[in-house]
């Protein structure tokens, strides 16, 4: 029967490069990402985006609404905004792709997210939802769909969302079969995801993303890689790439999704363009883990308190009196000026955190949001120009950079990144599973040739 078992193994080699393709074949080469906020357009108009610093933009964002599940635009001059979005930026670039993200409302969690838990759980609900966003994203020309609920927060949750996203994806396919589109032209369909794979601090211990359907419908990801101390008691690093003592890093965060078996190639990595502000307890005591009393003050940009944009960083900064710290082992950094405090991403650890994201072959990387950079566009300049060169100058450079890092912090990553990067240099979306099947197929060949 040898015969037999070669054809066996054909086929498995055949499903497992299959599965690989479906996982990485549809998906865009790169992703350079910037989330817009609507909220913003008084003070960040749509025509100051520089449109050639990202291959996407998200529209953030509207939500669901409570009553039957459909889009809800509820501030009256969010229409005009909607409908002028993507014909000016694709007037400066016709390549550029839009994308509306459904997120929660910042100012309304709770209701905000029992919206979504009641869409999720629905069938009929669901199915409203996703005609909704559908004929919203046509009506003004958008490539693509985000859901950004932050967070499903419960196995039951998790459940739903994995039906939610089968559907929303089967009826994505059916409306391009319906319409004779390009083949090119189906929405793109991603989520704006926590920052590990397990959500952690929530009463129940066992939510976890439903990988699979994560894997099979969404084109990626965009993984919150900061947020990690929006409660905290001390003053700390919101977004640190590495941490020595706790899971809240962003190497954990990746490593996590990773390991749970979502591919690189449907990774997006997010970099903050907002600081983390808290008042001093003593302003003697300006170190990392310092005692706070209060959450910083609400700024004009991000109307919310101890949310500061990074154009107010840097105006804080250019104040006398101010000092700034950059953090390399753990990359952050802060400043502090009186019983201020700020942790946040300077052009420094953006670049970090780009070779960072490029050593583990990510797809891509997100600025949120980008109408908090400054009217140079400092941080996305920065961003892109890091993305581009990484490995110009000999490649292994960066790679070493973050594996010594990675070792020095007893962290897995170095190890787990050294054992993948040789194979990784030939074939960037090819698993183990593959390369193993291809060898047996070798092997066998050799046997029976
Ligand atoms: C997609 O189209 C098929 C065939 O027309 C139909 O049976 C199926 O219900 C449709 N699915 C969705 C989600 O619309
Ligand atoms: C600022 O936030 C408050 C709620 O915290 C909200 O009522 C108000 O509309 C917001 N203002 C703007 C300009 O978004
Ligand atoms: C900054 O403050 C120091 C001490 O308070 C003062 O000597 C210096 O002149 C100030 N510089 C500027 C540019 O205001
Ligand atoms: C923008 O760049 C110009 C020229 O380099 C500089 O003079 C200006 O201060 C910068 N503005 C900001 C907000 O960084």
Redesign the pocket.
Known sequence: MPFFRLIVFLIIAARSALAVSQQCGASPRQVRAGYWLS?SG?YSPVSTIDVSLYTHIYYFSLSVDPLDSTISIS?PDELPLLAVFSATLKKDSSSVKTLLSIATDA?RIEESNAAFSAMAADPIRRAAFIESTMEIAREHSFDGLDLSWQYPSSPADMANLQLLLAEWRARVGNETVETEREPESPLLLTATVYFSGHLFGGSDDNVDYPIDAISRNLDWINVLCFGYQKNSKVAAADAALFAKTSHSSTSYGIGSWLDSGVASCKMVMGIPLYGRSWYLKNKEKTEPGAAVVAEGP?QRSS??SGVMAYFEVEETLRDNGSTLVYDKETVFAYLHHGDLWVSFDNPEAVEEKINFARHKDLLGYFLFPISFDDSNHTISQHAFDAWSSYGADGGSNGDQEVSSRGTSHGDQDARQAAEISGSITWFPNLNANVLFSFLLLIFLVFIHG
């Open positions: 909220s008084r501030q100012h609400r109307n919310q």
